[in-house]
């Protein structure tokens, strides 16, 4: 698939069979539905539905930041928080077809966790994921 | 001639165009046996190759299920022996090593390391996919056979079947415990 | 089942005839109103049918294939999908096995074209290949295969020539006739008409049958395609000795609302599944190609007694109290009985790859569908020594990337 931001070609990377889409120009991190399904789903988080639309269905943030369209569908994507508490922004796709995290939300991410272990909660798992497989950038 | 001979040499010639017909089409059924039998033996034959495989794969994750692998690979070996025999006696012998078989893979259920396995996944598909072949090519022999079997026996293809000793085909059975079919009736 | 007893041929060739009556009446009319001349009406009708039947008959396979940008697979790219097409090629009994090609596309459905059994093909979506398990993969393939050797395709291509044809002389007539209104200087017969009643007749006739022929001409088209489904839904059934595949598998396909990317009302009879299902709702009546896919999977459901035609027959009769059945008496009796068989274990999605193509996983067969995407498509994968696996598209133009996750370089 191409960056939503750059519209390269992104990398895929695939650990624990969970496929992640990068990007090496932006660092962006594109999270695919299904693989955030069988992340949870590992993790023994049942209802990734539930979760997932609580992050759509979440007033809309007051952001400048540019809106960026899905890479799946092709329309502009909502910025949300992941959950209440963090301050990671994401993009996630108005249908639920996946969530879109920024280079520098990745960074954020990164250094939150390094801080202090993530809050509780199913976003737990997505975090301390994505913050694992992209420890490293250029 | 008066016409009568011609009548007698009309008939004449009307009754050797039919042996030959009748003669015809019986090689014609013979040869769609052989054919169809061909199409088995090559699936039986694949079966015969993968099962060293998968004895070899399975030994290494299972424990004490030597009297399970010893059975396939002594069934199996019966069967190949067995190669050149009729199609009833193999019919047998294929039936014990697919028992044999089935017993290996549900013994392979329990053990989760084995199942994830590539080789042994990539193996038990090979298995499943030529266990339904011969199935499936078993139905089309039979059916052949029945065609054939038909033509010999039935007036009054039977008189020439019986002068060009023509011999009746077997049906190629499998008596496994597992399957359901009920017996074949057919309403033509 | 070996010899296809063809009497329910009879009935799909008599819609067929009445088509062709169509195409003629229209040729018929054309000419003599245009022309003068109804022979050259049914020359110009004739020879705009044969012109589309050549482009159909050379060109059909691959206009359909490139339209869907179906990709062939070799058998090891996708040994379970293979395996599974050459068991429904012996179980039908068709001559030479077909191709076998693989659409990118989330949205779930298959098709099979081929204008005879000896040059067929079968293509399936990388979405439906994923949802799918072994069962009801043999259901759907099975699906395609009966259309195959049911010579559906060549059948629904005549057909579909037939409905272009009505319809393309149909809409010329209707532009000729609103030019000559407009100009004032409509073509009028003088030389062998017998009276302006004549005339009249003629033009009424002429003009009801431009409207109608291209509508009735549809009707006939799906009520043709419909009753092929069925036929194809049973024969599945015969082949696999297993309904509760294929009706499984269509529940699959039915709960999924994404949209085909590249299928279009001409293309759509070919497909397993209505394509053109607007997201949501549900396209079932005279003017759908297909039956609705609820009945479809009831009928499977109900054939308790056994798989063979008597008894998707007997189910069709039992889902529809008080219509005649769908398969004709000859053919459902061609076989004997055919018992049900037991399921076979399997997982969804998966290609079952030998070792090559996949060491290392954790859970083999997660991502074997879309890995084989990547495979065709090109891609290099490339495994870093903390366990990630990379997989890097085809134009990427530098020679190493950074592990983001333990931070190597690794060599392209």
Not at chain 1, 131 to 136: A, E, L, S, T
Not at chain 2, 17 to 24: E, S
Not at chain 3, 168 to 175: E, K
Request: hydrophobic letters at 45%.
């Amino acid at each position: 698939m191409l960056c939503p931001v750059c519209h390269k070609d992104a990398l895929i990377v695939e650990y624990q069979d969970i496929e992640l889409d990068y990007c090496p120009v932006c660092h962006g991190v594109w999270f695919d539905a299904g693989e955030l399904e069988l992340l949870m789903a590992s993790a023994g988080f049942e209802d990734f539905r539930r979760y997932l639309d609580g992050i759509i269905n979440a007033p809309e943030t007051d952001t400048q930041e540019k809106k960026h369209k899905c890479p799946a569908c092709g329309h502009k994507m909502k910025k949300a928080y992941i959950d209440p508490d963090s301050k990671i922004l994401v993009d996630v796709c108005h249908i639920g077809e996946g969530i879109w995290f920024d280079g520098g939300e990745v960074t954020r991410l990164i250094q939150a966790l390094a801080q202090k272990a993530p809050d509780k909660g199913p976003s737990q798992g997505v975090l301390a994921f994505v913050g694992d497989m992209f420890k490293y950038q250029e | 001639m008066p016409y009568w001979g011609w009548i007698i040499i009309a008939v004449v010639v009307i009754f050797i165009f039919w042996i030959i017909g009748a003669f015809n089409s019986l090689v014609g059924f013979r040869n769609q046996v052989k054919n169809a039998w061909a199409q088995i033996d090559v699936q039986l034959k694949r079966r015969y190759d993968l099962i060293p495989n998968l004895v070899e794969t399975v030994k290494g994750y299972v424990k004490h299920e030597r009297e399970t692998l010893e059975a396939v690979t002594n069934a199996r070996n019966l069967a190949q022996q067995a190669s050149s025999a009729g199609a009833a006696e193999r019919g047998k012998l294929e039936g014990a090593l697919g028992a044999a078989l089935g017993r290996l893979l549900a013994v392979a259920e329990a053990y989760p390391d084995l199942k994830a396995n590539q080789n042994f996944l990539a193996l038990q598909e090979e298995l499943t996919s030529t266990e339904n072949k011969i199935s499936f090519s078993r139905q089309y022999y039979n059916d052949s056979v029945l065609k054939f079997n038909n033509k010999i026996q039935m007036f009054p293809s039977n008189v020439i079947a019986g002068m060009f000793n023509f011999t009746l085909g077997e049906f190629f059975e499998v008596t496994v415990a597992a399957e359901k079919e009920p017996p074949k009736v057919s309403f033509t | 089942m070996w010899e296809q007893i063809r009497s329910n041929q009879v009935r799909s060739v008599i819609l067929i005839a009445l088509i062709a009556g169509l195409l003629l009446a229209v040729g018929y009319f054309l000419g003599l109103y245009f022309f003068d001349s109804a022979v050259g009406g049914l020359v110009i009708a004739l020879v705009v049918w044969a012109i589309m039947s050549l482009i159909a008959f050379f060109q059909g396979d691959s206009i359909l294939l490139g339209m869907a940008k179906a990709r062939k697979i070799k058998p090891d790219d996708a040994p379970r999908l293979y395996n599974v097409v050459e068991e429904m090629k012996i179980a039908s009994g068709l001559e030479k096995m077909p191709d076998v090609y693989i659409i990118d596309d989330p949205a779930p459905n298959a098709f099979a074209t081929g204008r005879d059994p000896s040059r067929a093909s079968v293509a399936i979506t990388t979405g439906l290949l994923q949802k799918l398990n072994r069962d009801e993969l043999q259901g759907v393939i099975g699906h395609e295969i009966a259309h195959i050797k049911n010579r559906d395709v060549l059948l629904m291509a005549i057909t579909a020539v037939m409905l272009g044809t009505i319809v393309i002389l149909s809409w010329y007539a209707s532009r000729f006739l609103l030019f000559g209104a407009m100009t004032g200087s409509g073509r009028r017969s003088s030389s062998r008409s017998s009276g302006g009643g004549a005339q009249a007749i003629i033009l009424i006739v002429g003009i009801v049958l431009m409207i109608l022929a291209p509508i009735i001409a549809q009707f006939i088209y799906y009520a043709i395609s419909r009753k092929r489904e069925y036929l194809a839904d049973a024969s599945s059934a015969l082949y696999t000795r297993y309904p509760e595949g294929l009706a499984s598998a269509l529940e699959k396909i039915g709960s999924s609302t994404r949209q085909l990317k590249s299928a279009n009302k001409a293309t759509a009879p070919m497909y397993t599944v209505n394509p053109l299902n607007k997201e949501g709702m549900k396209v079932s009546d005279l003017t759908s190609t297909h039956p609705p896919i609820s009945e479809r999977i009831r009928i499977l459901r109900a054939m308790a007694g056994g798989a063979s035609f008597a008894d998707y027959n007997d189910a069709y009769r039992k889902v529809h109290s008080g219509k005649p059945g769908i398969i004709s008496k000859n053919t459902a009796t061609v076989v004997g009985a055919v018992g049900i068989r037991e399921a076979s274990l399997s997982a969804p999605g998966e290609l079952a790859l030998a070792s090559g193509k996949s060491a290392g996983r954790t859970t083999p067969g997660t991502h074997d569908v879309s890995d084989l995407t990547l495979r065709l498509d090109k891609w290099r994968t490339v495994d870093c020594e903390c366990g990630a696996r990379w997989k890097v598209p085809p134009g990427f133009r530098d020679d190493n990337i950074l592990c983001t996750r333990c931070g190597r370089r690794i060599r392209l």
